[in-house]
T-cell receptor
Framework: AQSVTQLDSQVPVFEEAPVELRCNYS??????LFWYVQYPNQGLQLLLK??????LVKGINGFEAEFNKSQTSFHLRKPSVHISDTAEYFC?????????????FGGGTRVLVKP | KAGVTQTPRYLIKTRGQQVTLSCSPI?????VSWYQQTPGQGLQFLFE???????NKGNFPGRFSGRQFSNSRSEMNVSTLELGDSALYLC????????????FGEGSRLTVL
């Protein structure tokens, strides 16, 4: 079984400032890692994913995340946020060897970008 | 390319009724998953279908069921609705197995009175 903890439920940040969203996971098996974003009244959209290889992963809209196996973390960062980045962000994992696309999500982090 | 389409977008039911939600995946996608999203429990996996077969199932009671048709379209059904079933139900499709790269619809918001 897996679990995902997003350490911050809300993160207020000023426009053009950097932001980091923290994600820690627990799993007895190897996992794939993901960050999804949900804009108001919309479904989720994949920001980036870590399957293997380089631990620094770049995604869409200027976001990046770093996989740290020893700390079982996958923190998301953006060096300069825009008003349009106001949304809820979800970290998720899936079992690397399991058949199917079952994701376990964290509780989400609401990012509010202030002008 | 059309995205994942869910219908209806909003619906209101009363306790004890049943509801059927529909999902049309992106063309060519054979995997369809369903998630329940609530403020208290967050995003929880319901089930996944691939080529008309249920491949994974979450920890939900038997009142929650689903199916997938030969054209990959999927439906989920909730019988004997309870107040706690009020939620946003999200459908997601994927082109292949075990990529985790899901494409989500905008959801069906169910309110149970």
């Amino acid at each position: 079984a897996q679990s995902v903890t997003q350490l911050d439920s809300q993160v207020p940040v000023f426009e053009e400032a950097p932001v980091e969203l923290r994600c820690n996971y627990s799993s007895s098996v190897s996992v794939y890692l993901f960050w999804y974003v949900q804009y108001p009244n919309q479904g989720l959209q994949l920001l980036l994913k870590y399957l293997s290889g380089s631990t620094l992963v770049k995604g869409i809209n200027g976001f990046e995340a770093e996989f740290n196996k020893s700390q079982t973390s996958f923190h998301l960062r953006k060096p300069s946020v825009h008003i349009s980045d106001t949304a809820e962000y979800f970290c998720a994992v899936s079992d690397l060897k399991a058949a199917g696309n079952k994701l376990t999500f964290g509780g989400g982090t609401r990012v509010l970008v202030k002008p | 390319k059309a995205g994942v389409t869910q219908t209806p977008r909003y619906l209101i039911k009363t306790r004890g009724q049943q509801v059927t939600l529909s999902c049309s995946p992106i063309s060519g996608h054979r995997s369809v998953s369903w998630y329940q999203q609530t403020p208290g429990q967050g995003l929880q996996f319901l089930f996944e279908y691939f080529s008309e077969t249920q491949r994974n199932k979450g920890n939900f009671p038997g009142r929650f069921s689903g199916r997938q048709f030969s054209n990959s379209r999927s439906e989920m059904n909730v019988s004997t609705l309870e107040l706690g079933d009020s939620a946003l139900y999200l459908c997601a499709s994927s082109v292949a197995a075990n990529t985790g790269e899901l494409f989500f619809g905008e959801g069906s918001r169910l309110t149970v009175l």
